[in-house]
């Protein structure tokens, strides 16, 4: 249930940006409805709406995840407000150890230049809260402080309501045991798993063109899935298996977008797909606002070895039982080997001013890269 917001922490608000009226080449994505699980029949259903979703776009929205939007609403009054209020010097406080891979806590904007001709850096913030189970004890600005109880209870939910269910439908569509993948990702279990505040400043006209219209290269997350809420400026687009192109994701009312990511491609022998995604500059009639984001990153607990999966008849019958490692002929990774090897790549003080080519390989053997 809900906890009650503490009424010595003052109200908090943030009203969402109208969405675009501009025409765009939006993705047709699936929609998958958790409140449709209460018969076999209904699973059956949602499972195949889900693989067909995970197998074509890698991406997909859902609906019925039995979270209120008052309580999706006051995470983004929480961001909001920690963005706006909280100097910059308290959040430096809390700075992310990024040297050594880990992403929890506070990330600021301008840490890397992201065009060397013109100097622009980047203009993305972020604020990383993981799991409250007991392996990570951090402290916080004063703002998240006194808002952890309501924060811990968002974090949770997200994973009974949302991600235990969607986990369930995936092993269904495997005609694996229906805890298969839920077992692997438990809210207890040690994994690097995060809540993510997320702020994309807004840039100039003149700094978008110079940019081509591109904030973020297209790249593919690390586990297994992700979660974004609503919001309604535009920026988020994913690159379509079927075609190649980049489309535009809509912000859809009463609904999470969801995507497939790394861990779930590899445990999978790529059968699901980790879909390329970037973030472009919002149309004209959004340019003049910040973007603001509530995202969950879900990943398998530390443990798991990222092989293809041998129980699953489906991967066996179509024939899916290499990943990329195994077809390499290279040491397979554990989720949390993985996750923080490629969060170090992400992060690395490469081209922050030079613009240098970086290294490859995100472990000895294994490439990854961005996509234009």
């Not at 958790?34 to 074509?56: F, M, N, V």
Request: proline share 6%; aromatic share 12%; charged share 25%.
């Amino acid at each position: 249930m809900p906890v009650a917001v503490p009424l010595t922490v003052k109200p908090l608000h943030y009203e969402y940006v109208k969405p675009t009226k501009v025409e765009l080449d939006w993705a047709e994505l699936v929609t998958v409805d958790l409140g449709d699980l209460s018969t076999p029949e209904g699973k059956q259903r949602q499972a195949k709406g889900l693989i067909d979703a995970l197998r074509i776009k890698g991406f997909f929205y859902v609906k019925n995840f039995n979270i209120s939007q008052e309580r999706v609403d006051r995470q983004f009054a929480i961001g909001n407000t920690f963005y706006n209020d909280t100097p910059l010097e308290e959040k430096l406080k809390y700075e992310a150890d990024l040297k050594n891979g880990s992403y929890n806590g506070y990330i600021p904007h301008g840490r890397s230049v992201i065009d060397k001709e013109s100097g622009i850096k980047s203009n993305v913030e972020f604020l990383n809260i993981p799991k409250f189970n007991g392996f990570e004890d951090r402290e916080w600005p004063t703002l998240i402080t006194e808002h952890l109880p309501e924060i811990e209870e968002f974090s949770k939910a997200l994973n009974t309501e949302v991600l235990y269910p969607l986990y369930k439908l995936l092993a269904i569509a495997l005609e694996l045991p229906e805890n298969y993948f839920v077992d692997l990702h438990r809210y207890e279990n040690n994994s690097e798993d995060h809540l993510r505040y997320m702020k994309y400043h807004k840039r100039t006209p003149e700094e978008n063109k110079k940019l081509n219209g591109i904030w973020g290269r297209g790249h593919t997350d690390l586990g297994g899935f992700t979660l974004l809420f609503r919001q309604p400026v535009a920026a988020l687009q994913i690159k379509d298996h079927t075609d190649g192109k980049w489309r535009w994701v809509k912000a859809l009312d009463g609904t999470i977008t969801v995507n497939a990511c790394d861990a779930l491609s590899f445990l999978t022998g790529n059968y699901v797909k980790s879909t390329i995604h970037r973030v472009a500059a919002p149309p004209a009639d959004q340019e003049n606002v910040d973007r603001l984001g509530v995202l969950y990153f879900s990943r398998p607990k530390s443990d798991t070895l990222l092989a293809t999966i041998k129980e699953s008849p489906v991967l066996q019958r179509e024939g899916y039982t290499q990943n990329d490692f195994e077809k390499e002929g290279v040491e397979v990774p554990t989720s949390g080997g993985w996750t923080i090897s490629k969060q170090r790549w992400n992060f690395s003080n490469y081209g922050r001013e030079t613009g240098e080519q970086r290294t490859p390989f995100v472990i000895p053997g294994y490439e990854s890269k961005y996509f234009d």
